[in-house]
Structures are given as structure tokens and as C-alpha cells.
């Protein structure tokens, strides 16, 4: 319901009438480098699920009988009829452009019947407010999704009434999600993916799941064919709204044998739930109000507690991903072996391609400090279409910016001019003003001389 302000595995930390603004003001005085247009991505390339139709069932029903968390809800909620959806408030072009991305997706992938109207109520009201609305009510949330309530100030008014309560919702009429326009472009696409798509289905995130937005880790930023498949299955004609846990654990194996048949023939796999414990912990690491050594020491205890449960996934890596990134500058060797050992659990996990890659641009900088970007080129390469398929334009333009520099050490001044030029165009979209992507820029470029001798 609610996507963080920071995408952990990152580099980067009202009214009826609809305005159209520009995109965020950059402070930065004109000069003679001017940086290219924001690029956006075209053709949407989703992974499908790959894992048993046994698995996905528990993970559907996981997905919609519980609250972030870990509340249980008494039954299962979707709308039930043609869906509506409405753009309002400061609306920035890039907005306009990824939501119609967005629900042509629905249409076509998840077979919902939605569409977006200009005036008067609709199901979904999209409200473009400013961060510092959002996070007066939530300060540590990038955006959210509300039921019963068609604009912020409403919600503000009754967030503390009966009808705010997502326990006591039998049926989804009317939702609300509030989303910063002064925010990044990327940042306001994968708001509107996420939660659009738990207005649409989901409540809950599940830290077990590698191929899911349903995920608390914001490792994938868009819908994913799993996320499809569940989103599809919600509207099966199977279902509806009310129906209890027991009811759809009853009916949900035959939606999935028909939608998604490939996953008859997968078997299924052990899997186990994600301990408080450890979310708390993992919480507490990120939280950017505590000391980097209180984070640390939140971060060992995760990694603690995934030994102690026998997780050899994604979820035993990613403590160490976070220790590697608080280490980095001030013990670059603990870093390398932490990132070591996350990379041991992810290549041994299926569907955790764009968690390596997310080391990979770590790594990167290390290769570049050590004179060795040349030989590095293989792993950027392979990273970059990763993050090309997953439609990660910040992590993208990061991968292109250290590949330039690594193409600068073997020689190659040519090609490294234009890989860079192409990365600036992916920066624009993923970090937003040039403010950010000059720094970037500098931030990549100084890399090497910063982890030198580490």
C-alpha cells in the first residue's frame, strides 16, 4: 500500500482541474553541455513467471489476506465492474505518458477491464501532490493507495475514520493514490505501478518473493509477469469480493492450471515464511534517522536471523547488500566480501538476475579504482540489459556512465563518449534534475580515485 521513499538496492536515496507543468525546475545555469532529452522505454519485455502453479497459489492467497503488517483481512476484495481511472492535480507529461503505458499493459497482460476518463468520479483518482504533502501524513512513504477517498485533502480529513480502514473494506468501489510530481520521473512510474496495482489487487508484500513489485526490497521498480498472472487471476471469474481465505485457497489451483499452464509442469518448491524479526531488523537498517553503526549492527543481526532460519535466498543476501553498501567508503574490503557473499546465495537463487546486477554497479566502481574496467566490461555488459529489461533507467544510466570510464582505461575515447552521451538521456528520466545527473556524472567519474587503496 505504501512504496518507501528510498529504493534500497539503489545508488540514489487538488483541485477538479488537471494542470500539466513541466517537469521538475533544475537549478543548474545553462552552459554549452547541455544535457540530452530524457529517454523513456518503449517496449515492455516481462519475464514469465517461472516458478510452480503450488507456489503461486500460496503466494496469491499470502498476497491478499494480510496487510504489510502481517494483519490479517477477513476476505477477499477487488472491484467488480469495469474499472475507471482518473488523472488530477499537478500532472507532469511523463506522468500522463507512463500511466496510458501502464494500463495498456493491464488490458492486454492482466485482461482487466480499465480505462482512464478526464472528468467526473471514477474508480481510481491518481492525485499528483507535492512530497511534502505526502510525507506530513507518511515520512517515510514516496507515495501510497487509500480506500474511499478521491483526493488528499479528503483523506487527510478522515484517514482516522471507519471508511479509511482497509480491514473493514467488502468490496472496492473507490480508492485513492497520492503521488509526488516534484518527484523523478522514474520515481513517479513506479509509484503508479505499484500502486495501481495494489489498488487493483495485493495489500500485501512478501520479502520470499524474487520476481514480484510485491516486494517490500523495491527491487523491481515495474509490473512483472508474475505480478501479471496474480493480477489476472484476481479477475478471474472465480472470484469476487467477499469471499473468505478458505473459499480461495479452494478455487485459486484452477484459475492458475488455466491461466498459466506451464506452472502444472514446475515443480513446487519449500518455501518459508519471512520472520518478523527479521523485517524489523532489516527496517531498522534502512532507516536513515539511526547512526551508520546502529544500521550495521541491524543489518548483522538480519544476517543472523536468515542463517538461524536456513534461508539460502535472496533474503540471506540482502543483509549483506547493505552492510556492503555502509561499508564501502569507510571498509572497502568488508564491502567486497559482503558483496561476495550476497552474490554466493543470488546466483545460486532463481529469478535474482537484476539483484546481481544491482552489485554489479558496486562492483563496477571497485574494477574501475583497480585500473581493471577493461576486463570488467563482460559483467557491465550483461548488467546493462538486465537493467534494460527491467526498465530501471537510474540503475541503467549508472551501468553506462562506468561503463564509459571503463572503455576511457582500455582506450577507447570514441565509444566511451557515446556510451556516456546515452546514459545522460537515461539519467534524466531515472534521477530527474540535472542537479543529480551532474552529479552523478562527477560522483562516477571520481569513483576510482575515491576507492583507491582500499
Given at each position: 500500500?505504501?512504496?518507501l ?20 525546475p533544475?537549478r543548474?545555469?545553462?552552459t554549452?553541455d547541455?544535457l540530452p532529452?530524457?529517454k523513456?522505454f518503449?517496449?515492455?519485455?516481462p519475464t514469465?513467471?517461472t516458478?510452480?502453479n503450488?507456489n503461486?497459489a500460496q503466494?496469491?492467497v499470502?498476497?491478499?489476506?494480510a496487510l ?9 476484495t477487488?472491484?467488480e465492474?469495469?474499472?475507471?481511472v482518473?488523472?488530477t492535480g ?9 500511466l496510458?503505458?501502464?494500463l495498456?499493459?493491464?488490458q492486454r ?8 476518463i478526464?472528468d467526473?468520479?471514477a474508480?481510481i ?5 507535492s512530497q511534502e504533502q505526502?510525507q506530513?501524513?507518511?515520512?517515510q512513504?514516496?507515495?501510497f493507495?487509500v480506500?474511499?477517498s478521491?483526493d ?9 475514520k ?7 473494506l ?5 480508492l485513492g493514490?497520492f503521488?509526488?510530481f ?9 509509484c503508479?505501478h ?8 495485493p495489500?500485501n508484500?512478501?520479502y ?7 516486494n517490500?526490497d523495491?527491487?523491481h ?7 501479471m498472472?496474480?493480477?489476472r487471476a ?5 472470484l469476487?469480493?467477499?469471499?473468505t481465505r478458505?473459499?480461495v ?6 484459475v492458475?492450471?488455466?491461466l498459466?499452464p ?8 519449500p518455501?518459508?515464511q ?16 539511526r547512526?551508520?553503526d546502529a544500521?550495521?549492527?541491524?543489518a ?7 542463517a538461524?532460519?536456513g ?5 540471506r543476501a540482502?543483509p549483506?547488500?547493505?552492510m ?8 572497502p574490503?568488508k564491502?567486497?566480501?559482503d558483496y561476495?557473499?550476497?552474490?554466493q ?13 544491482y552489485?554489479?554497479?558496486?562492483l563496477?566502481?571497485?574494477?574501475l ?6 576486463q ?9 540489459d ?9 540503475q541503467?544510466?549508472?551501468l553506462l556512465l ?8 582500455a582506450?577507447?575515447?570514441t565509444?566511451a563518449?557515446?556510451?556516456r552521451?546515452?546514459?545522460?538521456g537515461?539519467a534524466r528520466?531515472?534521477?530527474?534534475s ?6 552523478l ?5 571520481e569513483?576510482p ?5 582500499g
Open positions: 500500500m505504501i512504496r521513499g528510498a529504493m534500497v538496492f539503489g545508488l540514489a536515496l487538488a483541485g477538479c482541474t488537471t494542470v500539466t507543468p513541466p517537469e521538475p533544475t543548474v545555469k545553462p554549452e547541455i532529452p530524457a523513456s518503449a517496449t515492455a519485455r514469465p513467471p516458478r510452480s503450488v503461486i503466494d496469491f499470502s498476497l491478499h489476506f504489510e503488517s502481517g494483519t490479517a483481512l477477513p476476505v477477499f477487488r472491484f465492474e469495469p474499472v475507471t482518473r488523472l499537478q500532472v507532469t507529461p511523463s506522468m500522463q505518458r507512463d496510458r503505458r501502464l495498456t499493459r493491464l497482460e492482466a485482461r482487466i477491464d480499465i480505462r482512464q478526464q467526473g468520479p474508480n483518482t491518481i492525485e499528483a501532490v505526502i506530513s501524513i507518511l515520512p512513504a514516496a507515495c493507495v480506500p474511499n478521491s488528499f485533502e479528503e483523506y487527510r480529513r478522515d484517514r482516522r471507519q471508511k479509511s480502514s482497509w480491514l473493514r467488502r468490496n472496492r468501489e473507490r493514490i503521488i509526488p516534484d518527484a523523478s520521473p522514474q520515481e513517479k512510474r513506479d503508479l505499484e500502486e495501481l496495482a495494489q489498488a487493483l489487487g495489500l508484500d512478501l520470499h518473493l524474487p520476481d514480484s513489485i510485491f517490500d523495491n527491487i521498480t515495474v509490473l512483472t509477469g508474475f505480478d498472472l496474480v493480477l484476481a479477475y478471474a471469474p472465480e469476487r469480493s467477499g469471499m478458505e473459499e485457497e479452494a478455487v485459486i489451483p484452477d492458475l492450471k488455466r498459466n506451464r506452472g502444472e509442469n514446475v515443480p513446487a518448491q518455501t518459508t519471512t520472520t518478523r524479526d527479521w523485517i524489523r531488523a532489516i527496517q531498522s537498517s534502512l532507516n536513515p534517522n547512526s551508520v544500521r550495521l549492527r541491524s548483522s543481526r538480519a544476517a543472523r536471523i536468515g538461524e532460519q534461508w539460502t535466498d535472496h533474503r540482502y549483506y547488500f547493505l556492503g553498501r555502509m561499508e564501502q567508503f569507510d571498509n574490503q564491502a567486497l566480501r561476495d557473499t550476497a552474490l546465495y543470488l546466483r545460486a537463487t532463481p529469478n535474482t538476475e537484476i539483484h546481481q546486477a552489485i554489479t554497479t558496486q563496477g566502481t571497485y574494477a579504482a583497480q585500473g581493471s574496467g577493461p570488467f566490461l563482460p559483467e557491465l555488459d550483461k548488467a546493462i538486465v537493467m534494460t529489461r527491467a526498465e530501471n533507467a537510474s541503467l544510466a549508472t562506468l561503463k564509459s570510464e571503463a572503455l576511457n582505461q582506450g577507447r575515447a565509444e563518449r557515446s556510451v552521451l546515452d546514459s545522460l537515461w528520466y531515472g534521477f530527474g540535472e542537479t543529480v545527473v551532474r552529479s556524472m562527477q560522483d562516477v567519474a569513483a580515485a575515491n576507492n583507491r587503496g
